[in-house]
């Protein structure tokens, strides 16, 4: 993850988390009819657990509350939304999955449960191998996860790690072994008086 990555001459590098595009979505870009984020995302103010349709949602249309809608919905943009030199193959509802990557430069999928193996499929599966790649020679290490609703799968250079459930007060953490191997933790996230809850 250079700092050249998000070059136009570079469209599929993986994110670099030295350069936050913040809020800036991509002139002509828009949501549209795509509405994957309603399904694929958790939604804590509204109760809604990942891979299950938000109530509120009107499909290919839109949010029935959007004047309403929780903050953590207005705030929210995939990342191709914010991103130029992801194609249009990437954007959710064609891709099956919304991508995500936070400020630590961490990547992830929010699959759709109903197409649960769609990160799998290329274009999308040798990018994931590739920024995967350069994530384990990150320092921090930087994860590449697909989720499917509260299941986790680590995409490494190698091969996938299978974690199972992975919820909200739960964080993953990649090690290298002895023998150069590199392995996956789940830890407790830390409250806010730094005791584990």
């Given at each position: 993850?250079?700092?050249?990555?998000?070059?136009?001459?570079?469209?599929?590098?993986?994110?670099?988390?030295?350069?936050?595009?913040?809020?800036?979505?991509?002139?002509?870009?828009?949501?549209?009819?795509?509405?994957?984020?309603?399904?694929?995302?958790?939604?804590?103010?509204?109760?809604?657990?990942?891979?299950?349709?938000?109530?509120?949602?009107?499909?290919?249309?839109?949010?029935?509350?959007?004047?309403?809608?929780?903050?953590?919905?207005?705030?929210?943009?995939?990342?191709?939304?914010?991103?130029?030199?992801?194609?249009?193959?990437?954007?959710?509802?064609?891709?099956?999955?919304?991508?995500?990557?936070?400020?630590?430069?961490?990547?992830?999928?929010?699959?759709?449960?109903?197409?649960?193996?769609?990160?799998?499929?290329?274009?999308?599966?040798?990018?994931?191998?590739?920024?995967?790649?350069?994530?384990?020679?990150?320092?921090?290490?930087?994860?590449?996860?697909a989720r499917i609703g509260?299941?986790?799968?680590?995409?490494?250079?190698?091969?996938?790690?299978?974690?199972?459930?992975?919820?909200?007060n739960m964080t993953l953490?990649?090690?290298?072994?002895?023998?150069?191997?590199?392995?996956?933790?789940?830890?407790?996230?830390?409250?806010?008086?730094?005791?584990?809850?």
């Open positions: 993850m250079t700092p050249d990555i998000q070059s136009p001459e570079n469209p599929q590098a993986a994110p670099d988390a030295s350069v936050q595009p913040g809020p800036r979505v991509v002139p002509g870009r828009e949501c549209g009819t795509c509405t994957l984020c309603c399904k694929v995302m958790a939604i804590d103010e509204l109760g809604k657990p990942p891979g299950v349709w938000c109530q509120h949602i009107v499909r290919n249309k839109g949010c029935k509350i959007y004047e309403t809608r929780p903050a953590e919905c207005r705030s929210f943009y995939c990342h191709w939304m914010l991103e130029k030199s992801l194609p249009a193959e990437w954007k959710p509802e064609r891709a099956k999955f919304a991508l995500v990557v936070n400020a630590g430069g961490h990547v992830t999928a929010f699959v759709d449960p109903g197409f649960p193996g769609a990160w799998r499929s290329e274009p999308y599966y040798g990018v994931f191998k590739r920024w995967a790649a350069e994530g384990v020679r990150a320092s921090p290490a930087r994860l590449v996860l509260t299941r986790g799968v680590v995409i490494l250079p190698d091969r996938e790690i299978d974690v199972g459930t992975v919820t909200a953490q990649l090690d290298a072994t002895p023998d150069g191997q590199i392995s996956v933790r789940k830890l407790l996230r830390e409250t806010q008086e730094g005791a584990a809850p």
